[in-house]
Structure formats: structure tokens, C-alpha cells
């Protein structure tokens, strides 16, 4: 995770209106920089990776919040609160282009289903359906 990550995370979180918004702006942006750093071909040392993700969100939440806890609130139904607020994508658009909107879905259910690899439960809900909505919109 570098500078400039972290500059993009706290810019979207700066869109948000209240300290609940911001916070929510700030992990679900920062989930996504996280999953879509998982798509390469090189080995990954996830012992460095998650160290760096958790000292940022240490210095910029505090304690109570870790990769782990921003990964299991993106697959959870209180982040379509987020991925449906037009501030949050136009932050989103406008500091993250290297990262277009329309990939959030792949990049959510990249994350169900490492839950549902770690867990053995279906990945169902309200995100996966919210995945399945934007893939059809995106198709169709």
C-alpha cells in the first residue's frame, strides 16, 4: 500500500456527510483497493500486506478496525448503504479512475467468495443480489 492509496482512500472519505458516511466511504474504498491489489500473478506476502492495510486504518479509524473487520463489512447488507449513495461513487469516479465503477461488482464478488472458500457458506444475501442486479444492468 503506498502514499498515494492512501490519499485516494481519504479523499473519497472526505465526501462523506457525517462520521458514520466517511467511515463507511472509507472501508468500503479501501476494501477495494485491497481486492483488486489481489489480482496479480505474484506471490503475495499477506503477513506484509495486511500489516500495511491495518497500521492505515489504525491511524486513520483507530482501534476496533482491521482489514479483516473493512472485508467482512463489504459482504455484509451495510454497504449497499454506500455502494448506492451518489456521493460515495462520484468520489469514488473522480479520485479512483484506475478503478472504474463498473468493476465493483467483480471486485464483491471476488470477496464472497473468499468468505465462502474460509466460511463453506453459499455467498446469498442482499450483496449478492445487489452483484447480480449490476452485472444484469451492466449485460443488458
Not at 448503504?81 to 462520484?90: A, G, N, P, T, Y
Amino acid at each position: 500500500m503506498d502514499e498515494a492509496i492512501q490519499q485516494k482512500v481519504t479523499a473519497v472519505a472526505r465526501a462523506g456527510m457525517t462520521s458514520s458516511e466517511a467511515v463507511g466511504f472509507f472501508r468500503v474504498c479501501l476494501g477495494l483497493f485491497y481486492l483488486a491489489g489481489l489480482m496479480t500473478k505474484e506471490t503475495l506476502d499477506f503477513k506484509r500486506l495486511d500489516g500495511q492495510y491495518n497500521r492505515f486504518i489504525y491511524q486513520s479509524l483507530g482501534g476496533g478496525h482491521s482489514i479483516t473487520s473493512v472485508l467482512q463489512f463489504m459482504s455484509g447488507e451495510k454497504v449497499l448503504r454506500v455502494l448506492e449513495s451518489e456521493r460515495f461513487l462520484k468520489a469514488y469516479a473522480e479520485h479512483c479512475p484506475e478503478m472504474p465503477v463498473e468493476g465493483i461488482p467483480f471486485l464483491l464478488s471476488l470477496n464472497l467468495g473468499v468468505a465462502k472458500d474460509i466460511s463453506g457458506i453459499d455467498a446469498l444475501g442482499p450483496v449478492a443480489d445487489w452483484i447480480a442486479r449490476q452485472k444484469a444492468a451492466l449485460e443488458g
